[in-house]
């Protein structure tokens, strides 16, 4: 059964910083590529970053671009997401994706449960 | 980025009823769209990828049509358990887009 853990959400002062976790298992990590989705309270959803299965190739949303920073360790199953000078617009429950394994889809086919994040004073 | 438009944000639909969601592209993405179902307090679950198949286990009664820069998301007979929000995802190109939700509620 594929499961994504998400980990690491809490309660952070405008421009502090936090590490989330996505712990993955039931399949093989290494062959995946990966996803941030973010969703602020009571809002849609928000594409937040991208990793490829290598961690060669990685894309962010503008609105996090040189403050986030994606990364993976297969070794560990896991998916990271540093997040520094936080404001209070990246207030939001954060979910990890996998992107499907399947020819030219790219879309999302598990989630995690999501884990949120305060940015508050 | 591509702009997505998910029409209408609110629908209000009773039990049996035949419901549509429209989702149209600021430009064409060919048939490279996902509609997802989320409820309340829980992660977003993938009912259609490529348009129009649907992902393993979903309902029949769920279909999914369009390409190009146009697609609709049908529930042929709404069931108590399809009341949640919905919406469309762009996996065209970066950055990934999503609709701006469309919540279905009780009538």
């Known amino acids: 059964e594929v499961q994504l853990v998400e980990s690491g959400g809490g309660l952070v002062q405008p421009g502090g910083s936090l590490r989330l976790s996505c712990a993955a298992s039931?399949?093989?990590?290494?062959?995946?590529?990966m996803n941030w989705v973010r969703q602020a309270p009571g809002k849609g959803l928000e594409w937040v970053s991208y990793?490829?299965?290598?961690?060669?190739?990685?894309y962010y949303a503008d609105s996090v671009k040189g403050r986030f920073t994606i990364s993976r360790d297969n070794a560990k199953n896991s998916l990271y997401l540093q997040m520094n000078s936080l404001r209070a617009e990246d207030t939001a429950v954060y979910y990890c994706?996998?992107?499907?394994?399947?020819?030219?889809?790219?879309?999302?086919?598990?989630w995690g449960q999501g884990t949120l994040v305060t940015v508050s004073s | 980025a591509i702009w997505m438009t998910q029409s209408p944000s609110l629908l209000s639909a009773s039990t049996g009823d035949r419901v549509t969601i429209s989702c149209r592209m600021s430009?064409?993405?060919?048939?490279?769209l996902a509609w997802y179902q989320q409820k309340p307090g829980k992660a977003p679950e993938l009912l259609i990828y490529?348009?129009?198949t649907l992902q393993s286990g979903v309902p029949s009664r769920f279909s999914g049509s369009g390409s190009g820069t146009d697609f609709t998301l049908t529930i042929s007979c709404l069931q108590s358990e399809d009341f949640a929000t919905y919406y469309c995802?762009?996996?065209?190109?970066?950055?990934?887009?999503f609709g701006q939700g469309t919540k279905v509620e009780i009538k």
């Open positions: 994706a996998r992107t499907s394994a399947a020819t030219l889809g790219h879309y999302f086919d598990y």
């Open positions: 039931g399949f093989t990590f290494s062959s995946y590529e």
């Open positions: 990793i490829s299965s290598s961690g060669s190739t990685i």
């Open positions: 430009q064409g993405i060919s048939s490279y």
């Open positions: 490529a348009a129009s």
């Open positions: 995802q762009q996996y065209y190109s970066f950055p990934r887009t």
